[in-house]
């Protein structure tokens, strides 16, 4: 089983790892245009500070974000593990999870980012900001320069079993999984149901899915063996206590039915 994850926006500080070699990461497929997203990223934020950051879509107050941009090639490295922050990943935990979901977790996990391209959890990145949004000056947009590379590397480690696409739509534009590979690609949406006058309502939910879908990954880690084959995710995912539903129109989806989020 393969789970594909989003990055976050915000990284974790005090790094301490020696800088990224790129040819130590995984899925070396994607080396080149890794460098080539780098040199441009560096370029771009070594030259006029407001117009890296509006490049980038960052606000006044994140114009420190600029500077450790363009100094990413000697900046201290961290586990992707322990990089990515958020809601996501504080819910996910994976410095808390046992020593065999941990083994899972190496095998199965699938960070994206707008700079990397993809990325496994041991991988050794330094903190950066580039979203998957962010049009570069040399290269455009980095959907479209991910798209072929990610495109090569991918369907072949998906091997044959079931992936699990948690990714926001940006990111999943890096890379949308074609073939037999999409007909066992399965997406996820939380709902969140509630009593309005006595009568049950649901709505979307936005920010605090991460939460959801922290736990739902985190939990299959820890249950065993992840499922096999994609018709067992959504009986997993019951077994573990979660309310999941299937819609006849979206056969690829499941629906995370939630009371809190």
């Not at 899972?104 to 960070?111: C, K, N, P, Q, T």
């Not at 037999?180 to 709902?191: G, N, Q």
Request: charged fraction near 25%; aromatic fraction near 4%; hydrophobic fraction near 45%.
């Amino acid at each position: 089983m393969l789970v594909l994850l989003p990055p976050s926006e915000g990284k974790a500080g005090g790094l301490t790892g020696r800088p990224v070699a790129l040819e130590s990461l995984s899925f070396p497929g994607l080396t080149g245009a890794r460098a080539r997203v780098l040199d441009e990223l560096v370029a771009l934020c070594s030259g006029d500070a407001e117009k890296a950051r509006e490049v980038l879509g960052l606000s006044a107050g994140q114009v420190g974000e600029v500077a450790r941009n363009a100094a990413l090639r000697g900046a201290p490295t961290g586990r992707v593990g322990a990089v990515y922050t958020g809601v996501l990943y504080d819910a996910l935990d994976l410095a808390g999870l046992s020593a065999a979901a941990k083994r899972r977790a190496a095998g199965a996990l699938v960070v994206f980012s707008g700079l990397w391209g993809a990325l496994r959890i041991g991988d050794r990145v330094p903190a950066y900001r580039c979203s998957a949004g962010v049009r570069l000056p040399g290269i455009g947009a980095l959907a479209g320069h991910w798209r072929g590379p990610l495109a090569e590397v991918l369907p072949e480690v998906a091997g044959g079993g079931p992936v699990l696409d948690l990714r926001s739509a940006a990111y999943a534009a890096l890379w949308r999984p074609t073939g037999e590979v999409a007909e066992r690609t399965l997406t996820v949406r939380v709902l969140q149901e509630r009593l309005v006058g006595g009568v049950p309502k649901r709505t979307v939910v936005s920010h605090f899915n991460k939460a959801t879908k922290g736990r739902l990954v985190r939990d299959l880690l820890e249950a065993g063996p992840l499922p096999r084959r994609a018709g067992l995710v959504a009986d997993a995912l019951r077994d573990l206590g979660y309310r999941v539903e299937s819609d006849e129109a979206a056969p690829n989806r499941l629906d995370v039915v939630v009371s809190e989020v």
